[in-house]
C-alpha cells in the first residue's frame, strides 16, 4: 500500500511540473515545420492561381481578338496593298499591307437605328426595317496595324483604324461599329510577343498576318493554294488573288503592378493562337503572278 500511494505521489508531482525543456523544444520544432509546410503549399497555390489566371487572361485575349479579325476577313469585299488615313487635325498616313498589317475593304450596309443595339434610338420592341442590309454607297477600310508598346518593351498591340469613304451622300446609320474613330485607333490585344521569324534581330516586330492566294491557271502550279512572299504584297495583281488570311498570335501576361525578376521568370504566361479565315467573296481575276512570288515553288 505504502509502495503505491508512493508512485501516485511521484506521478502527481511529475505531472504538476508540466513540459520538460526538451519536449517544448521538441513541440516547437514540429510546429514550426507544420507552419512551414502549410505556408509552402499556400504559396504554390497562389501562383498556380497566378499562372492559371494569365493563362485564361492570354486565352481570351487573344481568342476574342482572332475572332473579331476573322469576322472582318469573312465580310470584307477585297483586301487592298495600302491606303491613306485622313486622320482629323493630324497629317494623312499611308499604310501598306504587311505581316504587321492587314487592310480590308469593307462594304457599308443601312441598319435602322431603332434595331441598332449600339444606338441611342435602339427599341428592343420595333419591328426589324425590311430595308435593313441593303448596301450603301461609299465602303470602310479597316486596318489592323501592330505597333510598338511604349510602355512595356519587346511587346507590341494589335489598333483596329476605320476609315469611311463616301462615294455619295451616305446615311450616318450604317452597320459598322460606331465607336471606332478615325482619331483614336482601337486597341484591339497588347503584350503581342511574337511569332517571331528565325534568328530575328531584337526588337523585331512578330508576324502575325499572312496571306495564301490560288495560283492562276496560267501558272506552272494551277490552282495550288500557297503563301505570298512579302514582295507581293504590294503587287496589286497579286493581292487581289488572296483567298485566305492566316493570323498567328503569341500573347504574353505578366503582372501590370510589379515587374520582378520572379514575375518574368516564373509566373509569366504565353500563349500562342493559330486561324485561318477565308474572304466571303471569290478572288477577282488577278492576272498571271511571276511563281517567284510565292513562299512555296516545288
Given amino acids: ?10 506521478r502527481s508531482t511529475r505531472n504538476s511540473r508540466g513540459l520538460s525543456l526538451t519536449e517544448l523544444l521538441l513541440g516547437s520544432l ?3 515545420v507544420s507552419l512551414a509546410v502549410v505556408a509552402e503549399l499556400m504559396a504554390l497555390c497562389v501562383m498556380a492561381n497566378v499562372k492559371l489566371t494569365r493563362q485564361f487572361d492570354a486565352q481570351a485575349a487573344a481568342r476574342i481578338a482572332v475572332d473579331r479579325i476573322k469576322r472582318d476577313v469573312r465580310m470584307a469585299q477585297s483586301i487592298q496593298t495600302e491606303i491613306t488615313i485622313d486622320k482629323d487635325n493630324y497629317p494623312s498616313e499611308i499604310k501598306r499591307l504587311t505581316a504587321q498589317k492587314l487592310i480590308l475593304h469593307m462594304p457599308i450596309h443601312y441598319l ?20 435593313n442590309g441593303i448596301t450603301l454607297k461609299g465602303y470602310y477600310e479597316v486596318v489592323y496595324d501592330l505597333v510598338a508598346d511604349s510602355q512595356r518593351p519587346g511587346e507590341f498591340v494589335l489598333q483596329m483604324t476605320c476609315e469611311k469613304n463616301e462615294l455619295g451622300p451616305v446615311d450616318e446609320t450604317c452597320s459598322y461599329r460606331k465607336e471606332v474613330l478615325r482619331t483614336n485607333p482601337q486597341r484591339i490585344v497588347s503584350g ?26 496560267t501558272s506552272i502550279y494551277p490552282g495550288r493554294l500557297d503563301m505570298l512572299k512579302d514582295v507581293a504584297l504590294v503587287n496589286t495583281s ?14 504574353k501576361r505578366t503582372d501590370v503592378d510589379a515587374q520582378t525578376a520572379e514575375s518574368s521568370t516564373v509566373l509569366d504566361k504565353t500563349l500562342g493562337v493559330h486561324a485561318e479565315v477565308g474572304l466571303r467573296l471569290p478572288p477577282a481575276s488577278f492576272g498571271t503572278p511571276m511563281d517567284d512570288l510565292y513562299e512555296t515553288t516545288n
Avoid: C, H, W
Fill in 1 to 10: 500500500m505504502k509502495t503505491t500511494r508512493r508512485r501516485a505521489v511521484r
Fill in 30 to 32: 514540429l510546429l514550426g
Fill in 192 to 217: 503581342i510577343i511574337g511569332p517571331l521569324e528565325v534568328n530575328a534581330a531584337t526588337g523585331s516586330p512578330p508576324r502575325i498576318f499572312s496571306y495564301i492566294s490560288k495560283r492562276p491557271n
Fill in 238 to 251: 497579286a493581292v487581289r488573288g488572296i483567298s485566305l488570311v492566316g493570323v498567328d498570335l503569341e500573347v
Fill in 112 to 131: 435602322d437605328k431603332r434595331n441598332d443595339p449600339v444606338d441611342s434610338q435602339y427599341s428592343p420592341g420595333s419591328a426589324l426595317n425590311p430595308l
